[in-house]
């Protein structure tokens, strides 16, 4: 299994662009996971999906992130305007039920600089 | 409030020099406690899964060890390749992992 696939894996951008982060979940895998990671805060989970359905967005900073799965094989994860406290590494990671007793598995991350 | 906390922040270990990483938690309901190893530019990598206390789990030259109210992973004569940060996660309510910040690992030749 080739496991969790995320591009790109750097992006740079500038203050007031559109960025736009991609996933591809394991294949069979039922949920879908998007976190935030920094210094300051550690990993913070940002929405999840299951069964391609948005569960839980709490933790979506504001209304400038937007998030999608329009298929169990693919989500998007968009910033615009993009802002430099968004810098971060986010991660997607699946797992294949998506109860609080499931393994998540993460992918390599997609670490963004807005300048 | 659900939280955990995971010590030391950073620890530095001669090879050979065995030690333990502490992960306490206070969560309303424990429904699974994870280990996760972080190398540099990469995404967390799945370690061990403790559903209860007094369940261990080993793995080479890590063990980890659950109780009602901490996790610790044991790492017995670790190597510079051990070198890593340690993620603890806890599961809580129906979906959610709650993450610690991680111990820094660095083992020294």
Known sequence: DAGVIQSPR?????????VTLRCK???GHNSLFWYRQTMMRGLELLIYF?????????????DRF????????FSTLKIQPSEPRDSAVYFCA???VG????????GPGTRLTVL | EDQVTQSPEALRLQEGESSSLNCSYTVSGLRGLFWYRQDPGKGPEFLFTLY??????????????????????????PKPEDSATYLCAVGAGTYK??????TRLKVLA
Do not use: C, W
Request: charged share 25%; glycine share 8%; net charge negative.
């Open chain 2, 97 to 102: 992992y709650i993450f610690g910040t991680g």
């Open chain 1, 25 to 27: 979940p394991i294949s």
């Open chain 2, 52 to 77: 209860s206390a007094g369940e261990e789990k080993e793995k080479e030259r890590l063990k980890a060890t659950l109780t009602k109210k901490e996790s610790f992973l044991h790492i017995t004569a």
């Open chain 1, 99 to 106: 109860g609080a007793t499931d393994t998540q598995y993460f």
């Open chain 1, 50 to 62: 299951n069964n391609n359905v948005p569960i839980d967005d709490s933790g979506m900073p504001e």
């Open chain 1, 10 to 18: 750097h992006e740079v951008t500038e203050m007031g662009q559109e």
């Open chain 1, 66 to 73: 937007s998030a999608k799965m329009p298929n169990a094989s």
């Open chain 1, 94 to 96: 699946s797992s294949p």
